[in-house]
């Protein structure tokens, strides 16, 4: 059964830093695009980050460039977002999901290209 975990949120201060991860079981993971997404309390989901397939390209909403990395390790099945430089604004639960994209190395920016999504992690971001 195909599954996304996210685990590494939690409550952090502002100007600091988490590292998400997502493991992936039950799909072969180099055929997917990795997305993260994240929904604050009362605000619709938003796409943070994304990574082809074979990691040769990445992009990142406005809103998080400079401050976010990502990056993938499919021999381990897993998907990282490096955050760095937290404020406030980024409190929401951090989403990771699965497009297949085989054959071109894309980032879909539409949710509902998604295949499997995870469960998510709550991020709080608070003095």
């Known amino acids: 059964q195909p599954q996304l975990v996210e685990s590494g949120g939690g409550l952090v201060q502002p100007g600091g830093s988490l590292r998400l991860s997502c493991v992936a079981s039950g799909f072969d993971l180099p055929y997917y695009a990795i997305g993260w997404f994240r929904q604050a309390h009362g605000k619709e989901r938003e796409g943070v980050s994304c990574?082809?397939?074979?990691?040769?390209?990445?992009n990142f909403a406005d809103s998080v460039k400079g401050r976010f990395t990502i990056s993938r390790d499919n021999a381990k099945n897993t998907v990282y977002l490096q955050m760095n430089s937290l404020s406030t604004e980024d409190t929401a639960v951090y989403f990771c999901?699965?497009?297949?994209?085989?054959?071109?190395?894309?980032?879909?920016?539409?949710?509902?290209?998604?295949?499997?999504w995870g469960q998510g992690t709550q991020v709080t971001v608070s003095s």
């Open positions: 990574i082809t397939i074979r990691g040769v390209g990445t």
């Open positions: 999901a699965a497009s297949w994209t085989p054959l071109t190395p894309v980032c879909p920016s539409d949710g509902g290209r998604y295949n499997y």
